[in-house]
């Protein structure tokens, strides 16, 4: 990212600490709600799978399921009486665990202690774990009947190869009906350990009362070993085009290549130009074009997808498969001219008053700031990203972001995936 140039004012004070057994901790007070979330990401996603696809999410899912002490009924009815909710999570990077609840102690105690007893002594127990066995398997029975999902998985495939993000997050069905519940122990063992967690606390909380119920967490958990890091993928820079056949009257479209981490120089221009470019709803470019002027599409968008092995940019819609190869052209063509051209100078400072103009809206819930928070925590952002965000922004120039585009976006080497008939 680019050298901050200006003072920025402090909107979001983020606390940062260690806990005694390793664990990253972020903080943000806020009282004007009585509540407080309290999540807990580990790096436990599906990237370390192996050849077990579906192990990292099946572990996640398992984590409602019950303990030592209670089962799914009893746990999902002690949360919903103190009015709280119990949050599992689960993506290509990380495994998440997380408590929403009301700061009031006689509620908040309650379900702290509840949540503690999950960490605790969650136990994978037999029949739960075949029952969600089997709602996994008609899930991916779902994927393969729905266009989207099939794109999808052909397009990370195809992307990834032989890197670890090339399989879906929730495995295949054959690898899913392998998995055992003492697979999924063993994986919770390995990787739902303190030294391999980030923990993020927003609410009506106290950094006294957060640093208590840190260590807490830390005496439930094993403290074990960090896990190892996402190798970075790299591009094999040969465009592929595949089509997969579907009885269907539209054609879905995933088309994309390598694209950038968060850390690039590049960052900061590159938001501006994904959202002249797609990234903007209904004032982007390829929205504008395709389907605004030649009603090619009910909607389309581009993007980047951040993550620790180097996500994909992505351009996505569907067409009637009678206007595939139109849009795809359209498509291509519009790329092809915004990266040689670059944005106007009119497009270029619009965007960035947009973006600079929504940004507070972005941060105006607890939920909004963990967002922010998992991205500043788990990809080891700058403390001050957030408060820095418009003031980098607003440095940007015209000329860096036509530079970023040539070297960011490349046209000639995207991978396109088609599902329709």
């Not at 990292?56 to 799914?72: F, R």
């Not at 999950?118 to 009947?145: C, D, G, T, W, Y």
């Not at 990266?339 to 819930?365: C, D, H, R, Y």
């Amino acid at each position: 990212m680019k050298k901050k140039l200006l003072p920025a004012q402090c909107i979001v004070p983020i606390q940062y600490w260690e806990s005694k057994n390793g664990a990253h901790v972020y903080l943000v007070k806020r009282s004007e709600i009585p509540a407080v979330n309290i999540d807990i990401f580990f790096r436990a996603g599906s990237a370390l799978d192996g050849k077990e696809y579906g192990l990292s999410n099946m572990t996640n899912a398992m984590l409602n399921q019950g303990t030592s002490s209670y089962d799914a009924d009893v746990v999902a009815d002690k949360f919903a009486d103190v009015g709280a909710y119990f949050r599992i999570h689960s993506g290509r990077d990380s495994g998440c665990v997380g408590l929403k609840c009301l700061s009031e102690k006689k509620y908040f105690n309650l379900a702290f202690k509840l949540f503690l007893e999950i960490l605790r002594s969650v136990n994978f127990p037999e029949h739960a774990f075949k029952r969600r066995q089997k709602q996994m398997l008609s899930v991916l029975q779902m994927h393969e009947q729905t266009p989207n999902s099939i794109a999808r998985d052909a397009f990370y495939n195809a992307l990834y190869g032989d890197h670890p993000y090339a399989h879906p997050t929730e495995g295949t069905k054959n690898s899913v009906m392998s998995l055992t519940r003492e697979d999924a122990e063993h994986f919770y063992k390995k990787y739902y350990v303190i030294s391999n967690a980030t923990i993020i606390i927003v609410g009506d909380i106290s950094r006294q009362e957060a640093e208590k119920r840190v260590d807490e967490i830390a005496e439930q958990l094993v403290e074990g070993e960090p896990a190892p890091m996402i190798p970075c993928a790299i591009s094999s820079k040969q465009k592929k085009i595949s089509h997969i056949p579907f009885p269907s009257e539209q054609s879905n479209v995933w088309m994309g290549h390598l694209g950038m981490s968060f850390h690039d120089p590049d960052y900061y221009a590159m938001q501006i130009a994904n959202d002249i470019l797609g990234g903007a709803s209904i004032t982007s470019r390829l929205f504008t074009k395709i389907r605004g002027e030649h009603g090619l599409v009910y909607g389309i968008s581009s993007s980047f997808h951040f993550s620790d092995g180097r996500g994909p940019f992505l351009v996505h819609f569907a067409t009637q498969n009678s206007t595939i190869k139109k849009a795809l052209t359209l498509t291509q063509s519009i790329l092809d001219d915004y990266v040689n051209k670059g944005p106007t100078k009119k497009e270029f400072e619009l965007a960035k008053q947009k973006i600079n103009n929504e940004f507070p809206l972005s941060i105006a819930t607890n939920q909004d700031i963990i967002q922010y928070l998992i991205q500043i925590g788990f990809y080891k952002l700058p403390i001050d990203y957030i408060d820095q965000y418009r003031v980098n922004i607003a440095a940007v120039t015209l000329a860096d972001v036509k530079a970023a585009l040539k070297k960011h976006i490349r046209p000639d080497e995207m991978i396109k995936i088609i599902v329709g008939s």
